[in-house]
């Protein structure tokens, strides 16, 4: 049986005038239902390309696309990358569903709440504006909106940041998907209403068995939510594995540094966060050899200076679990500080 | 609500009389004198004083305004005796050079003026939103920049040369219209085809200078629209792109345009003194600036100036009210 989602050496460039922005390289992954995939990285590390490729949001015509991500739908699998537009059309917001960083914006401002979300259902179900109105009530009640009934006819602009966010997960929602991408979803808001609506997600997993893509650069999120874990560097998946593997026993040294650089409750005091040093590259004209070798503090432990060489590729360190890195094992574990 | 237009409408009932009163000092600080105007060269002083009193110029300023609020209500009566005569409410007073109470001479230009502002409106309104959408579409691609170009020469032909190349070059030179003919006003419920002849050249002048301007504005305005997070989640939702442009991208898009459109229409029902002159049309554009430069006509002056401002301020209004329904946001509670 295969997951619900299988995608296989997704790449993604943009051609501009500065050269070919090589945005995700040779991504392959899978989700299946009922699953949490969380998707790690910096800014500009392709997290959100490869998702916005998933759900044929890209403009075909000033995008370059390359490999697979199949979806396995009760009616056979379908591949959004090479299916016609129109096809990929009608499976947003019926198979697969997405939601945004800001939901401060993501609404439109001149329609209520219930029209927004009675067209999302409209869209795929037969029935009039009362019954949309009627489906978009129980949808805003299942994301806990109190008093539903009364702010399905209010506009976006009487809601606070969370509660949009809210009405956002019901609109994404309306049509049972079986796989639902949050793209930074609680990135815009205050940290009170981001465990309120991490809570929530989990709740609308359960509730729809859905598999969700959460794509974030917050590990505290990643935490609490995922199952597995990608961790992207400069458009490449550098770890890929289960949560706590990714967290107790890190085989890359750019996850060991993230997860050096986050606050702990139990550091001692005075002690300064380790920040991981310089940038990521340029996106054309990628280095030749490990991507992340010029940040990297272990880079010259490796022999022969092959990180400068010959880019690594994404092997199998233990069952099920993969890492981008020159580095032998006895060598990650004095990385990991002896763990 | 109705609060709302109360305070608003109460405002503009103060806006409309501050008006009236600036343009009553300003022609009473002016150095010309009316009453020595309206007498030919060899005219003793008797003659202009009698002149002035028969204009009613021979009270102090404030006397004069109150005179003609008075008359906008219950009408005006002018002259002594034999010569006595009434101008009816509205009253704007009586114009001594055209020899007629001005509000008739409104009445008869005012049509004029509305046929010429509302063809043109509708004309540049269609013209421009639609090639706005269209080169927004098709952005850095021929339509675009076919669009692009005429942009360009409606802007920059200013209408005293635009009407003039239409009227010789097209009207005249293919005998569209009867140069006696020109400017003949004829009521579109008597004779259609007549009124549309009069005016579809000036229509087309003025529409030209305008839908370059709202072109121009709907494009950007589709374009950044484009790419608002809204538009993003609408097509997330899996709706087509037929959709999407339609009921997401110009609702938002042209919200803005409608408060451009009713500014300008306004501007234009107070009288296009270009476009009517061109085309010899009696509007108010034409009364006013007779009024103005040949005769000093001050009733004209004032009740022209009135009738533009009104129009203005009443349109605002209006506008803020439509915008009101268009946009949540700004709806008051």
């Known amino acids: ?339 | 609500m109705l609060k709302y237009l109360v305070r608003r409408i109460s405002a503009t009932l103060v806006v409309l009389t501050l008006i009236s009163m600036s343009v009553f000092l300003i022609f009473d600080v002016l150095p010309m004198d009316p009453a020595r105007l309206t007498c030919g060269k060899a005219c003793s002083p008797a003659v202009v004083e009698a002149n002035r009193h028969r204009l009613g110029l021979d009270v102090p300023v404030q006397v004069q305004y109150g005179r003609w609020v008075k008359g906008l209500f219950v009408g005006r009566t002018y002259g002594e005796g034999q010569a006595q005569f009434t101008c009816p409410a509205p009253a704007f007073g009586y114009s001594f050079n055209r020899h007629e109470c001005v509000t008739d001479l409104l009445k008869s230009a005012f049509p004029v003026t509305l046929s010429l502002a509302i063809g043109a409106f509708l004309l540049w309104l269609f013209v421009g939103v639609s090639l706005g959408i269209v080169a927004a579409r098709f952005k850095n691609r021929w339509p675009d920049r076919a669009s692009n170009v005429f942009v360009l020469v409606g802007t920059s032909l200013p209408t005293f040369i635009s009407g003039i190349l239409i009227l010789l070059f097209v009207a005249l030179k293919f005998g569209f219209v009867n140069p006696i003919d020109l400017g003949k006003w004829v009521s579109p419920f008597e004779n259609p085809i007549g009124w549309l002849n009069t005016f579809i050249f000036p229509w087309i002048t003025l529409a030209l200078a305008y839908a370059a301007t709202y072109t121009r504005f709907t494009r950007s305005n589709v374009i950044e629209t484009s790419s608002e997070d809204y538009i993003r989640t609408a097509r997330a939702k899996g709706l087509s792109e037929k959709v999407i442009l339609r009921k997401h991208t110009l609702r938002a898009a042209l919200a803005p345009i409608v408060t451009l459109a009713g500014l300008d229409f306004a501007g234009l029902l107070g009288g296009a003194i270009i476009t009517e002159g061109i085309f010899n049309l009696p509007g108010l554009g034409r009364l006013s600036i007779r009024a103005v430069v040949n005769d000093y006509d001050l009733p004209i002056i004032v009740a022209t100036t009135m009738l533009a401002a009104t129009f203005l301020v009443v349109m605002n209004l209006l506008v803020d009210i439509l915008y009101a329904y268009i946009d949540p946001r700004v709806r008051v509670a």
């Open chain 1, 1 to 339: 049986m295969s997951a619900f989602l299988e995608v296989k050496n997704l790449t993604v460039s943009f051609p501009t005038e500065d050269g070919l922005v090589q945005a995700s390289n040779d991504i392959s992954f899978s989700v299946d239902r009922g699953e949490t995939l969380a998707v790690v990285g910096e800014s500009g590390s392709g997290k959100s390309v490869t998702s916005l490729a998933i759900m044929g949001l890209h403009n075909r015509k000033s995008t370059n696309i390359n490999g697979s991500a199949i979806l396995n739908l009760e009616s056979g699998p379908i591949d959004v990358i090479s299916a016609p537009e129109d096809q990929v059309r009608r499976l947003r917001g019926k198979a697969m569903s997405m939601i945004f960083q800001d939901p401060m914006s993501a609404l439109h401002p001149y329609y209520s709440i219930g029209d927004q979300l009675s067209e999302a259902w409209r869209l795929y179900n037969k029935g009039d504006k009362k019954a949309g109105h009627k489906r978009a009530t129980e949808m805003l009640e299942l994301v806990g909106i109190p008093d539903a009934s009364k702010r399905v006819k209010e506009f976006p602009h009487q809601f606070s940041g969370g509660m949009r966010q809210r009405v956002m997960i019901a609109m994404a929602l309306i049509n049972n998907p079986s796989l639902l991408i949050a793209d930074e979803p609680t990135t815009a808001l205050d940290v009170t209403v981001q465990s309120q609506i991490l809570q929530l997600l989990k709740d609308m997993q359960k509730e729809f068995n859905m598999a969700v893509i959460l794509i974030t650069h917050d590990l505290g999120v990643v935490a609490e939510v995922a199952d597995r874990v990608n961790v992207m560097y400069a458009g490449k998946i550098v770890e890929q594995g289960v949560a706590d593997g990714i967290y107790y026993k890190p085989d890359h040294p750019y996850t060991i540094g993230l997860l050096n650089s986050i606050p702990r409750v139990d550091q001692l005091e005075g002690k300064r966060l380790i920040a991981i040093p310089g940038q990521p590259p340029s996106l054309i004209n990628l280095p030749q050899g490990c991507s992340f070798r010029k940040r990297c503090t272990f880079a010259d432990q490796v022999a022969d200076n092959l990180c400068a060489t010959l880019a690594p590729s994404l092997d199998m360190k233990e069952n099920a679990h993969f890492s981008r890195c020159h580095l032998t094992e006895k060598q990650l574990v004095a990385a990991r500080g002896g763990k």
